[in-house]
């Protein structure tokens, strides 16, 4: 079974740093790219970026470039996302999902990082 | 950025009836769009992609169609289990968008 495990939900203060991440199962890690969304408290979907496993290319979303930094270990079949400095506005749950080679869209997609920043 | 809008953003429904959701894009996306369902609490859960392919396991009273810029997605008999939020995505460029949601709830 294809299946994306997140790491457990976190409580932070504004200006500490994170670290969240994703282990693929089930399938080739580093054959399909992994991509992040953020879903804040009662919203919507939004698209963060996404890494190529295989080589750690990534591709941003002008929204976040520069607010977070996407990685992986393709030796530990893991994907990461991190801040080097939270606000409180990064309260929300983040998601990894899988996409494949040729297409877009997220298959399947971990469980949820449910992230708190608040002093 | 190409910007998704969902109609309605609510709809109130009963078991057994049909139910169609609109997605448009911004500009052309070809068939390159996705539906997911997202319940309370759980991970979106992708039902169509490529615009009108049901994705496997998923019933087929689900079913997604395309015109142009707009897409649609159908449920043609609702079920219990289908009370949720569904989102369109679009998978055409960079970056990546998705429909603000419809909440689909009991009538």
Redesign the interface.
Known sequence: EVQLVQSGAEVKKPGESLKISCMGSGYTFSSYWISWVRQMPGKGLEWMGRIDPSDSYTTYSPSFQGHVTISADKSISTAYLQWSSLKASDTAIYYCARTGSGHNWFDPWGQGTLVTVSS | ?IQMTQSPSSVSASVGDRVTITCRASQGISS?L?W?Q?KPGK????LI??ASSL?SGVPSRFSGSASGTDFTLTISSLQPEDFATY?C?Q??S????????TKVDIK
């Open positions: 950025d390159w996705a997911y997202q991970a979106p859960k992708l992609y490529a994705q989102y995505q998978a055409n960079f970056p990546l968008t998705f429909g603000p949601g």
